[in-house]
């Protein structure tokens, strides 16, 4: 017997409006990418993560959405190319999407409609860092997450080459790199992420990592009470475990859900980018990128209409119109 | 190159960014370069906060709606974000994909904002004013409801039916709106009466 | 619903057929996955396309569109037969007992007393054999062949599990699946839930598919049941608001009627409404139907409303026919006999069926007024959009009139959930330009037209001149004041009848709730089922205390619910004969041995005592009615009907077309397609991103779906050359469209009656103004007839043609 209603388990709250201090501070940064040495933080914030129990997700795209209204981004509108998908890939404008596919069991014969949202899985050990060669453009917090700092982004494109999920995408109008961000401004005030806070069957909830684990195998359980005999966790180690994680009906096949890296690791050549070599590889990598940025902006002879109204926003965002 | 001063704007802004972040590259790896790790700053900080409920359907979600300026101070309010309410035993903070963009229908580019008029035959609107549009119907219902109102029916029956001007109420009106509408459609005698539950 | 979405964490078993929860009520269906993660309750979802219901769903059967009845029939009839049936519930909770006239009978798909002339019954025989007391005769022992129980048993018998295979094009192992698990919860401690929407209601028999599906939870014994009921999940925030509030043709708030011309005086009208209980000692509570009604008279006219003139009974319109139903209203107008039509907040052009027909008609008016916070397409229906408006401006001479309104976000008041719960909100926004809430455009009209008739005279200008407007502003009525009207206040001290001498109310105080109204003028109500929502204690419908004890999901102290704060209907029915909760779980309220007590508020008197007062308090019979003699037009219990547009014939009549009650006007009979012309079955629905045609105004919401599409399977396809992603055209006998494909392994061919049946899905959200890309609605496709009892158009089955078409010319 309760006197109030229970706590959401989604970690949603209400968002204060009063001044708050930032529980996110630049000292609590572990990882900065192209920087050797980063000082270790005096303290260590509790690990985080996102819990995305694809077995409850009804592919309704309220995470699309609560995402694009508190990132304030603007995606298109596109067309329909023949499936629920839209947009139709992860977009600068477009940090989450769900992905269906339709799966026939060969176990059961029965059809099963996989609904899996997409993002960045927030790697413990990220690719997109480690393959960066812009000094700060993306860094790692002690909590787990890991953001991009646009205002030193290239654009160069190596943290999508980096990302054993493919998730990254560069803007073709500031040229920067756009991710989720683990909505890092809610959570420095104690807040979960918008996705979270939204999702009306908490098919995705926000937490310590050691809660989310917790009940990602009590969600184990339930399932295979229901028959899935391979249901299980996806926390892929080859990335050192994610801060974004899964329960799956059938862990035993990620693929089935759009193509989910099977063992996902980071490309032996970004790996392989240690010390001197890192260095020159930078320093060719820094300047082809900076030119073809350059390029970029001043060689096209076509702006379009999307762009220029994106540019528009761009422009007023930044001068806080 | 003749670009408007927006896009000239921006590619002034966007040229400083490729300058600062390409020194930065060349710097290879000096820390100090790069701008220091920042989160972005809490949008909703020292703005209004107001509870309603969504629009859409039957669930009737709580929301906070979080707007610079308060209404109840007299002031004029812009809303700036819309989500969940934690407290609301129904929804629990959650919304759908449609609840959470309620923002976004507020600020909809084909909200009305003033009456407007289309003459028979005309290819387009006119704007006209509240009082001139309100007059135009007044006068359009008492001509319609004085020269068709059935008194009585073939048997002499007095049967004060009016069925020559119909009214379609709404589906997300408040019960207040639905009542004060109610009052006035039934005492001019109207019958071709309903709401979106029929369909 | 009977019950609260929250109460849905609750159930054991959901049953998710009529309806697509996940995607239109995402946030309510929440509960279903509580239930689910939290007591392992099971999801079983039945439907003609593999929802995203069905994606989360523990088992799920396909159905063709339209055939529903036949399945529930079939349920009730594999419960019967396999004595899954709550007994003690149905004997003594239900009319089973009761016994029929020996008249009634039914054969060849239809009932007795069928008059093809006329496409109606003559009802007389579909009732009770009444005893020399007045009161109808029983059998509790269940063996007269008369009774309701044999007669059930009897109807439902043509229902076999081959049957049902072969005409819903349900596998029988699928079906028989679902009837092992429905069959559980016949059990006391057992509990099913069924949620339903539209996929129910917009048939030509949709009344009798909710009626197929309450009779199967009646015989289970959960109505009344935490985690129970029949739960329609309104479409719109506020329709069930709207209806309670009976802004329909025939009604008067809280369910009272409209009278007809049959009806000419007060004593007339009321002596059909005594309704006099059919069992010794039961409730039927709507013996109190005067003083709802002459306490509805004094709200509307006040002191013009006397005992001595019948509380101005003449001032109500009496009605020549059951109702000016949108569906009439719109042939009225095609044929001319409409000049002025309001639409506030409605968007007809693409909510009613045969949108050439709504064009045509529309195109006769004289004046159309739109009120709206956005731009519609009913009020642009004379802009030519190309080929997704094709009209010719100059031609059109109705004139326009488009009022810019307020949102929700701008506005304050109360909105009814689908659970029945008042809630209050609060404006957080300043409204866009000149736009205006709905309450200052009412007003403002109303007083302009009543100086009309003040200055000019007119005809019977009564009703207007004397129509209560007792506010500080007549010209912007305040919120308060009007929900303070519905809630009914005392016109002069009322005396307590259980203490006299004392004053129960003092004139000028708000009544407490409807229990204190009164039938001799000395109280005014709005509304009498919301009465007690903003009494002497405030106003309750703003509470905002989210408590919940015993966890039992009621929040008795958040909002307001109809009636009187009840959460659960029926919930005396949740105890048994003693009064003992059938399940000590799943208690609401008990008997003490004095009293009723318990999470909920009892739906019957407090002291009323079990086994002499029965649960079903408003109903005559004290019962809930698995027979309802003949309070419907197409018969007492729900037979399997064709949809009008079909891909095979009744086999149970293969006369029959459609419902053989339903009104059908000449020209639209016309319109009906063979499958011979249009081999094809379509049915129409909701998308999770978008909702009804408003969210097409939004970007964002635009972005996650933006374009118009349907649905096929992967064979239907391949039969017709037509690839994923591709545009193809659909036509049918009343219009055509044309869509992007989507091809899917989510729908499947069926087998019916030895013919193959494709589904095409048809989705519903687009138009021609907006945001997002240009398209149609379903009911450009969709035939203009409508369901017997209510006309709620038959949206959900109907015939079209499919095929490639080329790629849209680039502008």
């Known amino acids: ?321 | 190159m003749n670009i408007d001063l927006t896009r000239r704007g921006f590619l002034r802004l966007a040229g400083a960014g490729v300058a600062a972040t390409s020194l930065g590259a060349m710097g290879f790896g000096e820390a100090e370069a790069a701008e220091a790790a920042h989160v972005r700053a809490f949008k909703l900080t020292t703005t209004t906060e107001t509870r309603n409920t969504c629009t859409y359907c039957s669930v009737a979600c709580g929301i906070i709606m979080y707007s610079k300026g308060d209404v109840k101070a007299g002031e004029i309010a812009e809303i700036m974000h819309i989500e969940g309410d934690a407290d609301h035993p129904t929804n629990r903070g959650t919304l759908c994909p449609k609840g959470a963009a309620l923002k976004d229908f507020v600020k909809a580019p084909t909200r009305l904002t003033r009456p407007r008029y289309r003459a028979a035959g005309a290819t387009e609107f006119q704007d006209v004013t509240w009082d001139e549009a309100l007059d135009k119907i007044a006068r359009a219902m008492k001509d319609d409801r004085d020269a068709n109102l059935v008194q009585v029916n073939e048997a002499g029956v007095p049967v004060n039916r009016w069925t020559t001007t119909g009214f379609l109420a709404a589906s997300a009106t408040t019960n207040e709106t639905a009542w004060l509408t109610y009052k006035a459609v039934r005492s001019l005698g109207i019958v071709g009466f309903d709401n979106q539950a029929r369909v | ?811």
């Not at chain 1, 690990?47 to 603007?74: F, M, P, R």
């Not at chain 1, 029965?110 to 050990?125: F, N, T, V, Y």
């Not at chain 3, 619903?1 to 309806?19: H, P, Q, S």
């Not at chain 3, 009007?482 to 105080?509: H, S």
Request: proline residues 7%.
């Open chain 1, 1 to 321: 017997m309760s006197d109030t209603a229970p706590q959401p388990t989604t970690a949603a709250a209400n968002p204060p409006v009063q001044p708050l201090e930032s529980n996110l501070l630049p000292s609590d940064v572990v990882r900065i990418s192209a920087t050797p040495d980063v000082p270790q933080p005096t303290r260590q914030l509790t690990k985080v993560a996102k819990l995305i129990d694809v077995s409850k997700c009804i592919g309704c795209k309220a995470c699309q959405s609560a995402c694009v209204e508190w990132n304030d981004t603007h995606p298109e509108i596109g067309e329909n190319i023949g499936s629920y998908e839209n947009p139709h890939d992860l977009t600068p404008d477009m940090f989450t999407l769900m992905r269906f596919s339709e799966w026939e069991n060969p176990a059961t014969n029965e059809l099963e409609w996989l609904i899996r949202k997409d993002g960045c899985m927030h790697c413990e050990d990220p690719g997109c860092l480690k393959a960066c060669p812009a000094p700060g453009a993306i860094v790692q917090y002690s909590n787990g997450i890991v953001d991009f700092i646009h205002d030193n982004c290239i654009g160069c494109g190596y943290c999508v080459t980096g990302c054993p999920f493919d998730i990254p995408r560069i803007s073709k109008v500031d040229h920067k790199s756009y991710k989720c961000t683990l909505c890092s401004d809610r959570v420095a005030v104690g807040q979960g992420p918008a996705c979270a806070k939204a999702c009306p069957t908490k098919a995705i909830t926000f937490g310590t990592k050691d809660d989310m684990t917790a009940l990602a195998n009590e969600r184990v359980e339930d399932l295979k009470s229901r028959g899935y005999e391979n249901a299980g966790i996806y926390d892929p180690e080859g990335v050192g475990g994610t801060h974004v994680f899964y329960v799956l009906h059938h862990a035993d096949k990620p693929s089935i859900y759009s193509n989910l890296a099977e063992n996902p690791r980071i490309s032996p050549i970004v790996e392989g980018w240690k010390g001197v070599t890192k260095t020159a590889g930078m320093a060719a990598m820094g300047v082809a990128a900076a030119g073809a940025v350059l390029m970029g902006l001043f060689t096209r002879n076509k702006v379009e209409p999307e762009e220029e109204e994106a540019a528009e926003r761009l422009v007023q965002d930044r001068e806080g119109i």
């Open chain 3, 1 to 811: 619903m009977t019950n609260a979405w929250t109460d849905i964490k609750n159930t054991d078993l959901v049953i998710v057929m009529g309806g697509n929860a996940a995607e239109a009520h995402p946030c309510g269906f929440k509960w279903v996955t509580e239930a689910k993660a939290t007591r392992g309750a099971k999801l079983i979802v039945v439907d003609p396309r593999y929802t995203r219901t069905a994606s989360v769903s523990d088992y799920y059967a396909p159905i063709r569109p339209g055939s529903d009845i036949a399945f529930l029939m079939g349920v009730i009839r594999w419960c019967i037969e396999n004595d899954k049936v709550q007994w003690e519930y149905v004997r003594n909770f239900t009319n089973a007992a009761l016994l029929v006239k020996d008249g009634f009978g039914w054969s060849d798909g239809l009932f007795s007393g069928y008059d093809e002339e006329k496409r109606d019954y003559d009802k007389a025989d579909w009732d009770y054999q009444i005893g020399d007391d007045g009161y109808a005769k029983l059998d509790m022992t269940l063996q007269d062949p008369r009774c309701v129980w044999n007669l059930l048993k009897a109807h439902v018998d043509v229902y076999t599990p081959e049957f049902v295979e072969n005409v819903c094009g349900t596998p029988k192992d699928r079906y028989l699946q679902i009837c092992e698990m429905i069959g559980e919860c016949s059990a006391p401690d057992r509990v099913m839930t069924s949620m339903y929407a539209l996929g129910w209601t917009q048939h030509s028999k949709g009344a009798q598919n909710i009626r197929g599906m309450a009779m199967l939870q009646l015989i289970l014994g959960n109505i009344g049941m935490r985690g129970g009921g029949m739960n329609a999940l309104r479409g719109h925030s506020n329709i069930q608001g709207l209806t309670d509030l009976g802004l329909m043709s025939n009604l008067i708030p809280g369910y009272l009627n409209i009278p007809t011309e049959r009806e000419p005086d007060w004593q007339t009208y009321m002596s059909t409404r005594e309704f006099k209980p059919l069992r010794p000692g039961q409730t039927s509570y709507w013996q109190n139907y005067s003083k709802f009604m002459v306490s509805f008279m004094k709200a509307m006219w006040g002191d013009a409303a006397t005992a001595e003139n019948d509380w101005a009974y003449h001032y109500l319109p009496k009605l020549d026919v059951p109702t000016y139903d949108v569906l009439r209203m719109f042939e009225l107008m095609k044929q001319g006999q409409v000049n002025l039509y309001f639409c506030q907040g409605f968007n007809p052009l693409m909510a009613f069926p045969n949108r050439a027909k709504l064009t045509e008609a529309l195109s006769k008016l004289k004046l159309l007024v739109v009120m709206d916070p956005l731009e519609t397409e009913t009020a642009h229906f004379w802009e030519n959009h190309g080929q997704y408006n094709d009209v010719d401006s100059a031609s059109i001479q109705t004139e326009v009139l488009e009022l810019p309104t307020t949102c929700f976000a701008e506005d304050e008041g109360a909105l009814v959930n689908s659970g029945r719960w008042l809630q209050w909100h609060w404006p957080g926004g300043s409204p866009p330009g000149e736009a205006k809430n709905d309450t200052w455009i009412m007003a403002n009209l109303f007083q302009k037209l009543r100086k009309l008739y003040q200055d000019e005279g007119g005809v019977f200008p009564e009703p207007i001149l004397n129509l209560s407007w007792n506010y500080a502003d007549p010209l912007d009525p305040k919120p308060e004041e009007l929900a303070k009207e519905m809630n009914g206040r005392a016109l002069r001290d009322i005396e307590d009848p259980a203490n006299p001498g004392t004053t129960l109310v003092a004139a000028g105080k708000q009544v407490k709730n409807f229990t204190q109204l009164q039938d001799d003028g000395s109280t005014m109500c709005g509304c009498w089922i919301f009465s007690g929502c903003w009494n002497e204690d405030g106003n309750n419908m703003a509470r905002r205390d989210n408590s919940d004890p015993g966890d039992a999901g009621m929040f008795l102290n958040w909002s307001y619910s109809w009636p009187v704060n009840r959460r659960i209907l029926y919930n005396r029915a949740s105890a048994d004969m003693q009064g003992k909760p059938w399940d000590p779980d799943r208690k609401l309220i008990e008997w003490t041995g004095e009293k009723w007590e318990g999470y909920d508020v009892p739906d019957i008197g407090v002291t009323s005592k079990p086994g002499e007062v029965m649960p079903f308090i408003m109903n005559q019979e004290g019962t809930s009615r698995l027979f309802t003699r003949g309070m419907m037009r197409d018969g007492p219990f729900p037979t399997h009907m064709e949809p009008f547009e079909s891909p095979i014939a009744n086999v149970l009549n293969p006369k029959m077309r459609g419902n053989p009650v339903s009104r059908v006007f000449v020209d639209d009979a016309e319109q009906f397609a063979t499958s011979e012309e249009f081999p094809f079955v379509a049915t129409s629905y909701r998308l999770t991103e978008h909702f009804h045609y408003w969210t097409k105004h939004n970007k964002v919401n635009a972005s996650l779906q933006p374009e118009f599409f349907v649905e096929i399977s992967q064979e239907l396809a391949a039969e017709k050359g037509i690839t994923g992603g591709s545009r193809v055209r659909v036509w049918g006998k009343r219009g055509q469209v044309w869509a992007k494909a989507v091809v899917t392994k989510r729908i499947k061919p069926m087998q019916c009656d030895g013919k193959t049946v494709h589904v095409v899905g048809i989705p519903l959200h687009w138009g021609f103004m907006g945001a997002a890309k240009k398209g149609w609605g379903p009911n450009s496709l969709t035939p203009f007839v409508g369901d017997a009892n209510v006309e709620t158009p038959e949206f959900k089955a109907f015939l079209v043609n499919i095929e490639p078409a080329a790629e849209e010319p680039v502008a």
